[in-house]
């Protein structure tokens, strides 16, 4: 049994370095899609003060605010920038911390409803998905809407047996 965790781990830590390396290149790098950088540029915008929650500022002059998505993944990256300054890398980490809680919440979830602790196998198929792997190094707004509906996949499996998770799902 242990000497199963043991390959288990390794198997899992090979996939996590190996993903890294793809996808940290690009992280690296000082370009984005065009839509993440959009965000960012709205976000950064909104760190400096520019807009409100609701009313997100846009760097057109001839558009009042930016009301062509939700509003909560650019003003959760609008703090991020406000914390953490305008640089380049400032973006980059805020698309590395929304792939770690990705990969994260994909294992716990895996685990919870495997109840096994081979995780390896359902974040290797996510990483091997080009649309996923595109979407989460170029903040995009799917990397966080994805977030969410793990942590709600997570709390309506744990639903099933706690009354409690069925009202956060």
Known sequence: MKNDLNHDFALLATLLAGAWLYLAIDLAT???GLDGTVY??????LAAGDGSFWYLPYFDAAVNSFHDHPPLGVWLQGQWFALWGNAFWVENLWCA???LCVIGLTASLWRTIDNSHT???PVMIL????????????NTLESLVAILALVAVWLAWLGRSRGWANLLA
């Not at 960012?40 to 915008?45: K, Q, V």
């Open 30 to 32: 000082l370009s984005m």
């Open 127 to 138: 990483l091997l998905m080009p649309v996923a792997t595109r979407a989460l190094k170029n």
């Open 40 to 45: 960012a540029g709205i976000a950064r915008l």
């Open 119 to 121: 995780v390896w196998w």
């Open 97 to 99: 911390l929304l792939i």
